[in-house]
């Protein structure tokens, strides 16, 4: 991508350090725009989450901010998809589509934390501004800008700014956006483990126990782990007995489960999630303020899908204030445009591989939907 060099005297402010937030602080600082980038969590959530699954189209655009070739040495790579019966006998090797071109792999696994760290180390070093632990208190839109009050009682005024917030965005409800979340009704548990020698790409067992059983390998030596049941009361949870349950679970699985259990003993390794929702449609932005990734659309991980779709949304934005000369509602409306008819059907998609198996659909032709939703993504953003 080539981004044109605009005036310095432009600056952005980006809300949340996450991949989208990043990675549009990067491809911005390549265009020669000021840019300010916040993140409520002090350490910059360097240390959150298992593991991550990043399909072609989402390592595009990674090789586009710079960060590919650390990415490729940190993460595992491969080319297809496995799906098995619960006791570990596999029925079908599936070859995954490359939607990134044929010079990347289909899928690359990865450490959440590692993957977090690469993208700020490349935020830091494109010059931009970066704060942990500060959040937006006020925002004061006027007809050229937005004046922004922080918690660390620091103000300033920008031209544009961009809402990275997340599923759960504050400035979103801000700016007069009432969509939320919505839950599907399934719920994740997700660990860090050892990988197993014969783990070299992602396993997939529906039924048994769960809905889904999933594994994927990460680095030459981990994988992470999920296990989907339905919905629990987060609140009656015990955090002391996660590991135990997700061994419980664990239990009634063949093939790699038995080793990956036997290592799920620490608590605090196992994450538990509710798989959720959204779709803000008719326009992401209020003003001067737009949302992207997450805080805009959110779909469960049903496709893998996530990551990628929030960091083509900083490469169509980046792309559009680099190349126009006036910021303006038909700039931020060309956006959502561009960028809703590409996210509808992963969410919709998403969305309905989990409903299938919420209502126990065994006919369902779900090559076919992954087909159709993932060939166009071939097709750059």
């Not at 297809?80 to 044929?102: C, F, K, N, S, Y």
């Not at 999630?273 to 779709?279: E, I, S």
């Not at 509602?329 to 509808?344: A, W």
Request: one cysteine or more; hydrophobic letters at 40%.
């Amino acid at each position: 991508m080539t981004l044109s060099r605009q005036a310095p005297s432009r600056r952005v402010l980006v809300i949340g350090a996450g991949t989208s937030g990043t990675a549009a602080t990067i491809l911005l600082r390549r265009a020669a725009i000021g840019v300010d980038l916040i993140e409520a969590a002090p350490d910059g959530n360097t240390a959150v989450g298992s593991g991550i699954t990043l399909q072609g189209n989402a390592l595009r655009v990674l090789q586009e901010l710079g960060v590919w070739a650390q990415v490729r040495a940190d993460g595992y790579a491969f080319d297809e998809v496995g799906l098995t019966a619960p006791d570990g006998t596999v029925l079908h090797v599936h070859q995954d589509i490359r939607t990134g071109g044929e010079d990347l792999p289909a899928t690359l696994g990865m450490q959440r934390p590692r993957l977090q760290q690469i993208l700020l180390d490349a935020a830091h070093a494109s010059s931009a501004d970066v704060r942990f632990g500060v959040t937006v208190e006020k925002l004061e839109q006027g007809a050229q800008g937005v004046t922004v009050l922080f918690s660390d009682g620091r103000s300033a005024s920008y031209d544009l700014v961009i809402a990275a917030d997340g599923l759960n965005s504050r400035t979103r409800a801000a700016i007069g956006i009432d969509e939320k979340p919505e839950p599907t009704g399934m719920g994740i548990w997700r660990v860090a483990a050892p990988r197993p020698p014969e783990v070299t790409r992602t396993d997939l067992a529906y039924g048994g126990r769960c809905y889904i059983a999933g594994y994927c390998p990460t680095s030459e030596s981990t994988l992470y782990a999920y296990l989907v049941e339905g919905c629990h009361d987060r609140a009656s949870l015990d955090p002391a007995s996660f590991a135990a349950r997700m061994r419980e679970l664990a239990a009634g699985y063949g093939g790699a489960w038995p080793q990956i259990a036997k290592s799920i003993t620490d608590d605090a390794t196992v994450n538990y999630t509710w798989f959720d929702h959204l779709l803000v449609e008719g326009s992401w932005h209020r003003g001067r303020v737009v949302l992207i990734g997450d805080a805009a659309h959110a779909c469960p991980p049903t496709l893998a899908q996530g990551a990628a779709m929030s960091l083509e949304d900083a490469l169509v934005l980046a792309e559009l204030l680099a190349s126009r000369e006036t910021w303006d509602d038909q700039l931020l409306q060309d956006y959502y445009e561009r960028r809703i008819t590409r996210v509808r059907p992963v969410v919709e998609a998403s969305v309905q591989l989990g409903r299938w198996q919420l209502d126990g659909v065994r006919d369902a032709d779900v090559p076919a939907l992954i087909g159709r939703t993932l060939g166009p993504l071939k097709e750059r953003p």
